[in-house]
């Protein structure tokens, strides 16, 4: 059965940072590409970021680009999002995604909270 | 980057009814096109992909069609579970989610 579990978020002031992880198994980790999608409270789901499964091709939304850094470490079947100089409007739920065969988004983690405020 | 844009962004139904939710891309998607359900609390489930394709375990009282720049995602048939939020998602260039549409009870 395939398992993302997402962890490290939690509360962060104004231009701080702050690590997300992923946890994957049931499945290759290395041989699929993966992606951080979130949803601000109230608000629809805003696309991320995505790294290949090799690492080496990485895109950013942007939102973010230029402050959050996307990696994975496939030894640890870990997907990371580093944040960095944090806003209030990146708070949200933040989900890892694993792709399907066609690209689809199939597979979702259950999302953690980051909150942005002093 | 390729815009998505969904209507109506509320829907309002009764069990039974048919109901259709209507996407448009800014830019020619092909068939990249993908449908999620949403419930409060919970992560999005996938519904289709290809435009078109029912993912496994989907009711087949889901379906979608459209390519380009216009999509369409129908429920023959509204269920009580239905009552959800749906989201259209482009993935021909990266990807970008429509605005959502609520489907609330009327």
């Known amino acids: 059965e395939v398992q993302l579990v997402e962890s490290g978020g939690g509360l962060v002031q104004p231009g701080g940072s702050l690590r997300l992880s992923c946890a994957a198994s049931g499945f290759t980790f290395s041989s699929y590409s993966m992606h951080w999608v979130r949803q601000a409270p109230g608000k629809g789901l805003e696309y991320v970021s995505a790294?290949?499964?090799?690492?080496?091709?990485?895109y950013y939304g942007n939102s973010v680009k230029g402050r959050f850094t996307i990696s994975r470490d496939n030894s640890k079947n870990t997907l990371y999002l580093q944040m960095g100089s944090l806003r209030a409007e990146d708070m949200a739920v933040y989900y890892c995604a694993r792709e399907d065969a066609g690209r689809e988004l199939l597979y979702w983690g259950q999302g953690t909270l980051v909150t942005v405020s002093s | 980057d390729i815009q998505m844009t969904q209507s109506p962004s509320t829907l309002s139904a009764s069990v039974g009814d048919r109901v259709t939710i209507t996407c448009r891309a800014s830019?020619?998607?092909?068939?990249?096109l993908a449908w999620y359900q949403q419930k409060p609390g919970k992560a999005p489930k996938l519904l289709i992909y290809?435009?078109?394709s029912l993912e496994s375990g989907v009711p087949s009282r889901f379906s979608g069609s459209g390519s380009g720049t216009e999509f369409t995602l129908t429920i023959s048939s509204l269920q009580p579970d239905d009552f959800a939020t749906y989201y259209c998602?482009?993935?021909?260039?990266?990807?970008?989610f429509g605005q959502g549409t609520k489907l609330e009870i009327k």
């Open positions: 998602q482009q993935y021909s260039y990266y990807y970008t």
């Open positions: 790294i290949s499964s090799n690492g080496r091709s990485t």
């Open positions: 290809k435009a078109s």
């Open positions: 830019q020619s998607i092909g068939s990249w």
